[in-house]
C-alpha cells in the first residue's frame, strides 16, 4: 500500500467513524480517549510513525479530526504523509447531517 493509499484508508475511517459516532455516544467517548487508535482500529491499519491526531467536538456535536506532525516525532516523514499533514488537515462531521 503507498503512502496516499494509507492516507486514503486513513482519512475515509475517520469519515466513517465520526457519521457513526453522531448517534453513539459510547463510540464518541472512545474517539475522544483516543483518536489515533480509534481511526487506526476503524481502517484497520496502523497510524503511521509521526502522525499526530486529535479530535474535539463543538457544541453543536460536530466531531473534528485533525492530524499533524507529532513534535516529538524525530524520523523524517515521507513527501506524500508530510503533504498530507502539514498545517493541520481536517475532517468534520456534523451530527445533525444524519
Known amino acids: 500500500?503507498?503512502?496516499?493509499?494509507?492516507i486514503g484508508a486513513l482519512m475515509s475511517a475517520a469519515q466513517d467513524l465520526a457519521e457513526r459516532a453522531r448517534s453513539n455516544p459510547e463510540l464518541v467517548n472512545q474517539i475522544m480517549a483516543d483518536p489515533a487508535q480509534a481511526i487506526a482500529d476503524a481502517a484497520r491499519h496502523p497510524m503511521p510513525e509521526g502522525v499526530m491526531v486529535t479530535a474535539t467536538t463543538a457544541e453543536d456535536?460536530?466531531?473534528?479530526f485533525a492530524a499533524s506532525q507529532d513534535p516529538d516525532f524525530d524520523g523524517e516523514l515521507d513527501d506524500a504523509l508530510l503533504d498530507a499533514v502539514a498545517g493541520g488537515n481536517t475532517i468534520t462531521c456534523h451530527k445533525d447531517n444524519v
Open 1 to 6: 500500500m503507498t503512502t496516499a493509499d494509507t
Open 61 to 64: 456535536g460536530t466531531i473534528v
